[in-house]
């Protein structure tokens, strides 16, 4: 295999790697302040795709199309906690868990019904061929989409640590007894941690469908790669999270360059067992059951 | 002048698990009341109750004559009562600064309110940047207390503050409190050392059961028969002496 190839394989690596990185951190967000795995997660990233296509069909400039994606899914991810999680609160992890699973399911059939059941393009943000960068061939729009990951990094991680409500989200991974004994309102905290992670879902949606196109039912996939990166992130960890999707999307590329493209999806499962079996805390941790 | 705080006929208890029955206290701005029992009376529990942890199943809990039976936590500390619970409940990955200001985050940071906390408690100054789980244990619970003082209570609730620490930790941490007094905060002191309880407080009350079984000024307490043996005689292991009742 050439230079070339290698540098090639690495930027595919990289740009599916900011993806699941995204995906994580909208997962890690949502545990970390409630101790709950959000399996709607992967649904926040086909709205955001399916958002942006419908509305771009609808007329709407893409810029504003993107922005507005962004903004309804976070508003949907608010609606989930506030409606369908918060009454239930009381009722412990694993209850809640299978809330986000219900939610999932409503999520992408309402898709279907609203949106059709064909695959839908997205014109990418920016026109023009391929650009050389350190001798690999880069769409355009993988620019974009690590470029916007960046930027979501730093914002997030701006936000997390430097504004009362990032430490809010951080006092609620610690405990929400002692949060709320220090005046927070932990049910707000848990309601910003889902509109924050429908966001980030629907930001990788957005920034990826011109890329890979997108369809109603993209969400399952996309929410087990991004599970499988916070899981390998250490789930409850921003920055793991990130690490976690960039050597996620490596990994795929290295087994689509030296095993066989067969076997790419395979090796979120891989990863995932493998953590589960070797590092069983990273998923369980300290916080099932004592949060919410 | 109606009381800081006042508890009328309290029930509360973990779900169907009633633990504390009928309770009532109150405790006047300035006063220093020590809240005394066995392990397992229900003391934490009442503490829990009244800060709003536990919703009551019965009775009244009002600050200053205003009711907040029931009222969620978060919405209590604007209303001026702070809670330093059993086990301190710290932010541990959380610096010792952070810590600081999550405990102004409902009342708003006052920079004054922040160093007389860290006047009363000079030892924290050195470890602002610390996370709390790198605290002693004595620094610990000062950073509890710290914590709470950040939101300028005017009812504190405080939960064993003296367990595990070493004496001369809890020599500072008590004159503190006697300072807390003379400002005229509402303190409850919940206490596993009676005899040192009842030497800072003005009154105390006696639990046993989940119930309160007595109440009176701190000095008569001391001198209590049925309390001396039950709660200061059982904890020291031997019956106070005459000594330690005049000190
Ligand atoms: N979270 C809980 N769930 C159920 N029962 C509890 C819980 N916490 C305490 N209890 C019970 O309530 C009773 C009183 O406990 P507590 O209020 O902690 O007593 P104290 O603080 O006086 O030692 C005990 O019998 C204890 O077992
Ligand atoms: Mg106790």
Redesign the interface.
């Known amino acids: 295999m050439s230079t070339a190839d290698l540098l090639q394989f690495v930027a595919s690596g990289l740009q599916n790697g900011a993806i699941y990185a995204l995906m994580a951190l909208g997962f890690t967000l949502v545990f970390a302040s409630t101790g709950v795995i959000n399996f709607a997660q992967g649904e926040f990233f086909m709205l955001g795709g399916m958002l942006v296509a419908a509305e771009v069909a609808a007329g709407v400039p893409l810029g504003l199309a993107v922005a507005g994606a962004v903004a309804a899914t976070a508003a949907v991810g608010a609606l989930i906690e506030r409606f369908a999680l918060r009454p239930a609160r009381a009722s412990g992890a694993l209850t809640l868990i299978i809330i986000t699973i219900g939610c999932s399911m409503l999520l992408k059939s309402a898709a279907r019904h609203l949106f059709g059941p064909d695959e839908r393009a997205v014109p990418a943000f920016s026109e023009g061929e391929p650009v050389a960068v350190a001798g690999a061939m880069v769409q355009r729009q993988v620019l974009w989409v690590v470029g916007l990951t960046l930027l979501a990094a730093v914002a997030l991680t701006v936000l997390y640590r430097w504004t009362k409500l990032g430490l809010a989200m951080r006092a609620c991974s610690v405990s929400h007894d002692a949060a709320r004994i220090v005046g927070i309102d932990t049910a707000r905290v848990v309601m910003a941690s889902f509109a924050l992670a429908g966001a980030l879902g629907a930001l990788a949606g957005a920034v990826v469908a011109p890329v890979t196109q997108t369809a109603y039912d993209v969400g399952a996939r996309m929410g087990l790669k991004g599970f499988a990166a916070a899981v390998l992130g250490g789930l409850g960890d921003p920055v793991g999270a990130i690490v976690g999707g960039v050597v996620l999307g490596l990994l795929e590329s290295g087994a689509v360059a030296f095993v066989s493209g067969t076997y790419k999806d395979a090796v979120a499962l891989v990863v995932l067992l493998l953590v589960l079996v070797l590092r069983p805390q990273g998923i369980v941790g300290r916080h099932l059951g004592e949060k919410l | 002048m109606p009381d800081a705080l006042e508890v009328v006929g309290l029930h509360a208890g973990y779900g169907r698990i009633l633990v504390v029955r009928d309770a009532s206290l109150r405790v006047e701005p300035g006063e220093v009341v020590a809240l005394l029992g066995s392990n397992g009376s229900g003391k934490s529990t009442l503490l829990k109750a009244v ?3 536990l919703k009551p199943e019965a009775g009244a809990v009002r600050l200053f004559g205003k009711d907040v039976t029931g009222v ?4 209590l ?2 209303n001026g009562l ?2 330093v ?1 059993e086990g301190r ?6 610096t010792v600064a ?1 810590n600081l ?3 102004a ?3 708003g940071h006052v920079q004054e309110v922040l160093e007389r906390v860290l006047a009363l408690f000079p030892v924290l100054s050195a470890r602002l940047s610390q996370p709390a789980s790198t605290l002693s244990g004595g620094e610990q619970q000062m950073l509890a207390i710290g ?1 709470a003082l950040m ?1 300028r209570p005017r009812v504190m609730l405080l939960d064993e503050p003296s367990l595990g620490l070493a004496p001369r930790v809890v020599s500072d941490i008590f004159d503190v409190l006697d300072e807390l007094r003379s400002e005229g905060i509402a303190v409850v002191l919940v206490e596993q050392d009676a005899n040192l309880a009842l030497k800072h407080a003005d009154r105390g009350y006696v639990m046993r059961g989940g119930r309160i079984v007595m109440e009176g000024p701190a000095a008569d307490l001391r001198r209590n028969d049925d309390v001396r043996l039950a709660y200061l005689g059982s904890w020291h292991g031997k019956e106070p002496t005459d000594a330690d009742l005049e000190s």
């Open positions: 800060a709003g942890l969620p936590p978060e919405r500390v604007s702070a809670l619970p409940m710290l932010f541990g990955p959380l952070e200001a999550l405990g985050y409902a009342t914590r939101s």
